[in-house]
Structure formats: structure tokens, C-alpha cells
């Protein structure tokens, strides 16, 4: 079973609008980690955020949010005022503490397209 | 502070050929990461090497092999490649191998089979 579902394949946006992607996960484990990344045409993948298992504060840093809810198992990432530097494939991971390694469950993305 | 580094940024290869993929992981860092990632997919992990020890292994066949050198940089090998092969080969590094440190990712080797 899928780990990690990211449902929506590719978003388009206009410039200065707001856009949320979605990701939806599964696990047993009752301490895991959720990360997102941000992976630009280059190709590396750039760190943006981690959040546990047992901490739903939301976060907010600059035009980025994040709302984790557990009882829904899900961590979205809403970017606010997008702009065209923002097109990027964004990934959603899940990492668990059962393994004492770092083993990341990676969805599959979503691409993200914002129009000037 | 360089990031992570890897080599060759591209390479075509055969199939049945062998192949060998380098990664520096970023000064400090101890733990070293593989994942291959196909065209419009997300990342599958390979293996994880945490001071020189295999800690972790993917669902991969055995055809894919690595090691860790003292200086914490590894090598990740791929024997008798296939068509499927073909995908972005990532490698990433964190300062100690757990669950909840963040992998810090090089740009990848692209690596095409023909």
C-alpha cells in the first residue's frame, strides 16, 4: 500500500494566487516525521519543513504554511501569493521511527506551474 | 559549505554493462542515502550507510550493491543493467542517520541505458 499519496498530479496557477497541495499518508507507527521538499527542474531536492508525529502545531514561515491534522492523516502545504519561482515538482515524505534509519517514504509529487 | 556532491552528472551505458556512482556527503555528515527516482515519480530509498555500516536496505534486487569509504563518501554500484534502470539516481546525507533528521540531497546522476 502507497505510504505517502500526493492525489493532485499537476496544479496551474496564476501569479499572486494561493494554492494548497495535498498529502495524505499511512502508517502503524504512533512517531513519525513528515517532510516536504521541493525539487526544481535541477533536479535536487531542497529540504522546506519537517514536522513529528506528536506535534500538529501548525507552521507558518513566510509565504509557506503547513496544516497537519492527524486525525485525517494529513500534512498540506499552502503557498501563499505564488510566484513563478515557485514551479518546482513539491514532494510530501514520511519517515518512521520504528526503523532507526533514515528511510524516507516519498509520494509521488506534484507539479506545480505558476503563470506570470 | 559545499552540499552534497555527486558524479557523473549524466551517463549512458548499455545493457548488461556495470556502472559506479560517487557521492560526497556534506562536511560533517556521517550518514549517506541512496534513492532512484523514475521519470514522474517520487524517490524509492536504496540504501542507507551510516559509518561505513549498510543500515538500512531498499526493495531492490541484489545487482545494486554500495559501500561507504572512512572519509563517509560512498560509491553505489549497479551490475547487469536493464532498460528499467534507466532514472535519476539520488544520494543524499544527514548528520546522523535517523528517523527524524531532514536528508540534505545532491543534484543526482541521470543515468540512461540503451
Known amino acids: 500500500a502507497q505510504k505517502v499519496t500526493q492525489a493532485q498530479t499537476e496544479i496551474s496557477v496564476v501569479e499572486k494566487e494561493d494554492v494548497t497541495l495535498d498529502c495524505v499518508y499511512e502508517?502503524?507507527?504512533?512517531?513519525?516525521?513528515l517532510f516536504w521538499y521541493k525539487q526544481p527542474p535541477s533536479g535536487e531536492l531542497v529540504f522546506l519543513i519537517r514536522r513529528n508525529s506528536f506535534d500538529e502545531q501548525n507552521e507558518i514561515s513566510g509565504r509557506y504554511s503547513w496544516n497537519f491534522q492527524k486525525s485525517t492523516s494529513s500534512f498540506n502545504f499552502t503557498i501563499t501569493a505564488s510566484q513563478v519561482v515557485d514551479s518546482a515538482v513539491y514532494f510530501c515524505a514520511l519517515s518512521e521511527a520504528g526503523y532507526n534509519f533514515n528511510k524516507f517514504y516519498f509520494g509521488s509529487g506534484t507539479k506545480l506551474n505558476v503563470k506570470p | 559549505d559545499a552540499g552534497v556532491t555527486q558524479s557523473p552528472t549524466h551517463l549512458i551505458k548499455t545493457r548488461g554493462q556495470h556502472v559506479t556512482l560517487r557521492c560526497s556527503p556534506i562536511?560533517?555528515?556521517?550518514?549517506v542515502s541512496w534513492y532512484q527516482q523514475v521519470l514522474g515519480q517520487g524517490p524509492q530509498f536504496i540504501f542507507q550507510y551510516y559509518e561505513k555500516e549498510e543500515r538500512g536496505r531498499g526493495n531492490f534486487p541484489d545487482r545494486f550493491s554500495a559501500r561507504q569509504f572512512p572519509n563517509y563518501s560512498s560509491e553505489l554500484n549497479v551490475n547487469a543493467l536493464l532498460l528499467g534502470d534507466s532514472a535519476l539516481y539520488l544520494c543524499?546525507?544527514?548528520?546522523?542517520?535517523?528517523?527524524?533528521?531532514?536528508?540534505?540531497f545532491g543534484d543526482g546522476t541521470r543515468l540512461s541505458i540503451l
Open positions: 543524499a546525507s544527514s548528520s546522523g542517520g535517523l528517523p527524524n533528521q531532514p536528508q540534505h
Open positions: 562536511s560533517g555528515h556521517k550518514s
Open positions: 502508517t502503524r507507527d504512533t512517531t513519525y516525521y
